[in-house]
């Protein structure tokens, strides 16, 4: 569906909805994203490149005379309510606390906020590994800032939004998510360095390729366990480099590949591995940024693929739903590139792909993929997409 019908339709819910207050009202939007390359490197103070997708969540509000915020979600139908002076965590609907921890943030800062009513709507998948949940944050940090005139700057409302997600919520992630959700620009993916969180606008401007997100749809297990004993592997060769090299290591990001190829022999089998991953992952990602800049698609392509290989082998976070879409693909003519895409253990696999066969691609995918596992992928096109957006548009 076309901006312009989303926003008549948010719109026209709104008005059934909520009477007119007479103040400021606005229509917002943010995207979820697709992480092309650098996995398990941002908890290594490591880089990593995503891009913003075309699917994105959407809002109309319009303040309110009170504390009070009113929402609705059009995809879930509930409508919550809580106040600002007594923000206390939803059992019941969770993504009211999105909304809540955003809010709560925001007042830490000392931003001064008044209440809302606010209707959403959104196309990004839930539970695919896209971050619907940095969508929500950051589209509802947009109608704070719009509607008030916070004028709160982009790096600080992504940081707030992670807060948000980290504190209220209370699931710690990095800040990549919130980060090509507000900082995203059409036609480039954003490089984030995880450790002094700068970021490089990197150009995707050749609209003889696409992006197409494959969804497993296999419900991710023991992504919790094995995250944390992924984080304790690298933790071991990080104390292990810090004592050998001449200089600090803190993190993976401290190690070049010539100085783990030196030492790694002399680790324990497993450990190696895991450093070997984001040591060359890490390096990955900075050739990768130099391809893009380069136009050069055909060797990013390759590096999807050697790096969904090191996380197959080398960190063993694929599982066999994510390696027969992986496989398929390289099959295709039309793939240059693929590879699982976040945490692992299920999820999505992202493909780089040319424009012209995207059809083709997705359809041989989608025939392959139902042959040998029996289940329905879903199947998504993309072009890097901008980050959130103020429409400037009224309600009433």
Known sequence: MENKQRIKRLQETFRKRYEDTGLKSGVFAAPGRVNLIGEHTDYNDGFVLPMALEKKIMAAAQLREDRKVVAYDMNYEPEISFDLDNLVKNKENNWANYLMGVADELQKRDYQLQGLNIVLEGDVPSAAGLSSSAALEVVTAMAFDRLLG?????????????????????????????????????????????????????????????????????????????????????????????????????????????ELEQYESKLPEITAARARHVVTENRRVKESVEALNEGDFVRFGQLMYDSHESLRDDYEVSCEELDILVELAQKQNEALGARMTGAGFGGCTVNLVYEKSTSEFTEALHRGYKKETGIEPDIYVSFPAPGAADFDKEIW
């Open 150 to 258: 916070l004028e709160v700057d982009p790096v600080e409302m992504a940081l707030l939004c992670q807060a948000a997600e980290n504190n209220f919520v209370g699931v710690n992630w990095g800040i990549m998510d919130q980060y090509i959700s507000r900082l995203g620009r059409e036609g480039h993916a954003l490089m984030i360095d995880c450790r002094s969180n700068e970021y490089e606008l990197v150009p995707f401007q050749n609209e003889n390729y696409r992006i197409v997100i494959c969804n497993t749809n296999v419900q991710r297990s023991l992504v919790d366990s094995e995250y944390n004993r992924r984080r304790e592997e690298c933790s071991k060769a990080v104390d292990f480099f810090d004592s050998k090299l001449d200089k600090k290591v803190t993190a993976l990001r401290d190690v070049t590949v010539k």
